[in-house]
């Protein structure tokens, strides 16, 4: 069973940059597909950016694309996400999420849903205060 560890969380200033982690460990990383979504407080959990198990097919919800950027170092387990220009709307609990059958094919398309992920991550916080 795979675990997922996210890091890098904390309180920014709006226009900051911050990067995030995911250390994946338990099975074989190099065959998950990888996701991030984040929560905030009385949302539904939101998604964020997908990962092809190469890491040659990025997906992005629409809102993020050209501010966050996802990639993935199968040599290391881990999955990252860069996020530049934060906004106060994009503090949130973010979630790491991997699955072993679902196939990111395009970089186009609708945004994933939680429930194409099976393994989850405990989640680590980012604020950004103005």
């Known amino acids: 069973q795979e675990h997922l560890v996210e890091s890098g969380g904390g309180s920014v200033q709006a226009g900051d940059s911050l990067t995030l982690s995911c250390l994946v460990s338990g099975g074989t990383f190099s065959s998950y597909a990888m996701g991030w979504f984040r929560q905030a407080p009385g949302k539904e959990r939101e998604f964020v950016a997908a990962?092809?198990?190469?890491?040659?097919?990025?997906r992005y919800t629409g809102s993020l694309k050209g501010r966050f950027t996802m990639t993935r170092d199968n040599s290391k387990n881990t999955v990252s996400l860069q996020m530049n220009s934060l906004k106060p709307e994009d503090a949130a609990v973010y979630f790491c999420?991997?699955?072993?059958?679902?196939?990111?094919?395009?970089?186009?398309?609708?945004?994933?849903?939680?429930?194409?992920?099976?393994?989850w991550g405990q989640g680590t916080q980012v604020t950004v205060y103005v």
């Open positions: 990962i092809s198990r190469s890491g040659r097919t990025i």
């Open positions: 999420a991997a699955d072993s059958r679902l196939v990111i094919a395009s970089s186009d398309g609708a945004d994933y849903r939680p429930i194409d992920f099976t393994s």
